[in-house]
């Protein structure tokens, strides 16, 4: 039994005569007719009847032919299969990305991914600056997101973001009275801030020193998410990435604009060695594009309104 015979067999049954079967297949009815008997020998099971020129399958024809469109449908699921991986490179992602954004802004873009692409597998994983880094660097994931400026060797980067801290206030503390919070008004204030391990630290002790607000901060944390949770508590006041605001709680917690701007900035990491991959192109394409609608990238004031927005929605 081989390919040849059951296409010559399927086509049959389909068209209802050998002659209609041979003319789709490009071939003769005898060449058809030739292709049935040797089936029917391999099988050993009677196909069809003859009855005044027409042929008919017979019960077990009839059966051995619902078996054969069960694999055919098989293979037209591979063949989907195939060409969705032609287009959408491995079928698989790996991403490694930093708190900030694995926490909320990656989910929201993957959920939008998968309802276009629902059979790519995704794999995110949070980890370190430095653990994104080195992933990215042996090529053990497809596509990293960081938030410190790459230095690793065999990274491509490109700057994602840049977006201006926000103040987070515990929600009944007086400073949410004010539309922005200036660096001098955090003078004796309980500071919870980024750690060293963040660009942005060192900017930002200078700026508060600078305005007489240098006392030692109350908690460092590398995690924005981190230090929301905490001034959610009422442990003291943060500087945070505004994408640490998307999902906050607006009953426990407030963001303002603080000035002076002091910028965040994200950046993409890519394998330098890595062939084109359409998977990762098509998913960095729709981060692009979801982080210019909801941030509006490179105006902080609108940035904020995007941010605020988007957790609005998301509640």
Not at 109 to 119: G, K, M, N, S
């Amino acid at each position: 039994m081989n390919q040849r015979q059951i296409e010559a067999f399927r086509l049959v049954m389909l068209r209802g005569s050998m002659t209609a079967a041979a003319e789709e297949l490009g071939t003769s009815q005898p060449s058809i007719s030739r292709l049935i008997a040797e089936l029917e020998t391999a099988t050993g099971l009677t196909l069809f009847v003859r009855n005044g020129g027409r042929i008919h399958a017979t019960d077990a024809g009839s059966a051995f032919y619902r078996e054969v469109e069960r694999s055919f449908v098989g293979l037209e699921k591979l063949e989907n299969s195939a060409r969705e991986i032609r287009q959408l490179g491995s079928g698989r992602l790996r991403i490694v990305a930093a708190p900030v954004l694995a926490l909320s802004f990656l989910p929201a873009v993957i959920e939008r991914f998968l309802a276009a692409y629902p059979r790519v597998i995704v794999s995110l994983e949070m980890r370190s600056e430095g653990t994104i880094q080195r992933w990215v660097s042996s090529a053990y994931c497809d596509v990293g997101f960081a938030t410190a400026t790459p230095d690793a060797f065999g990274v491509t980067s490109a700057e994602l973001y840049r977006l201006p801290a926000l103040c987070a206030l515990p929600a009944r503390h007086p400073l949410t009275a004010r539309e922005r919070i200036e660096a001098g008004d955090l003078r004796g204030e309980r500071l919870i801030l980024p750690s060293y391990a963040d660009d942005t630290r060192s900017p930002l002790d200078r700026v508060l020193r600078s305005a007489g607000a240098g006392q030692v901060p109350a908690i460092e944390t590398p995690y924005g998410a981190t230090i929301c949770a905490l001034v959610s508590r009422g442990l003291g006041i943060g500087i945070v990435n505004p994408l640490a605001a998307v999902d906050a709680n607006p009953r426990r917690i407030v963001f303002r604009a603080f000035v002076p701007q002091i910028m965040f900035r994200g950046f993409t990491l890519c394998p330098q060695l890595q062939l084109p991959n359409p998977v990762v192109q098509v998913f960095l394409e729709l981060v692009r594009a979801m982080i210019a609608r909801e941030v509006e990238v490179g105006d902080g004031s609108r940035a904020r309104k995007g941010l605020s927005g988007a957790a609005r929605r998301r509640r």
